[in-house]
C-alpha cells in the first residue's frame, strides 16, 4: 500500500503563490507518472499537471504560465508551484500516482484564493 500525503495548501490572495508538497511513503525514482488533481465545489475533478519519473512534465492549458510541477526522487516528493493565483483556483488538490498497476490518491488538500 501507498500512502501519498499532500500539504502546503491554505488562504492566499488573487496574484499570490503557494507551493504543494506530496511525499510518498515508497520511492519515487520508479513511478512512471505523478500528478495533481483538484476538484472545485460542483465541478468534476480535472487534471492540473504531470510528471513523468523521465522528468517530462505537462501542465493543464489553464494553469500554463503559472504552475510548475516538480519531482524530489531523494526526498520521495512531487512539488506544485503555484504562481499568480486566480479565485477560479480555488479548489482541493490532490496528488496521484501510478504505482505499477494500482492507482493511488492523496486526501487533498485545500486551495483557497479570495481577498
Known amino acids: 500500500q501507498v500512502q501519498l500525503v499532500e500539504s502546503g495548501g491554505g488562504l492566499v490572495q488573487p496574484g499570490g503563490s503557494l507551493r504543494l508538497s506530496c511525499t510518498a511513503s515508497?520511492?519515487?525514482?520508479?513511478?512512471?507518472?505523478m500528478d495533481w488533481y483538484r476538484q472545485a465545489p460542483g465541478k468534476e475533478r480535472e487534471l492540473v499537471a504531470l510528471?513523468?519519473?523521465?522528468?517530462?512534465?505537462n501542465v493543464a492549458d489553464s494553469v500554463k504560465g503559472r504552475f510548475t510541477i516538480s519531482r524530489d526522487n531523494a526526498k520521495n516528493t512531487m512539488y506544485l508551484q503555484m504562481n499568480s493565483l486566480k479565485p477560479e483556483d480555488t479548489a482541493v488538490y490532490y496528488c496521484?500516482?501510478?504505482?505499477?498497476?494500482?492507482?493511488?490518491w492523496g486526501q487533498g488538500t485545500q486551495v483557497t484564493v479570495s481577498a
Open positions: 510528471i513523468t519519473s523521465t522528468g517530462s512534465t
Open positions: 496521484h500516482a501510478f504505482v505499477g498497476s494500482s492507482v493511488y
Open positions: 515508497i520511492n519515487i525514482f520508479s513511478i512512471n507518472i
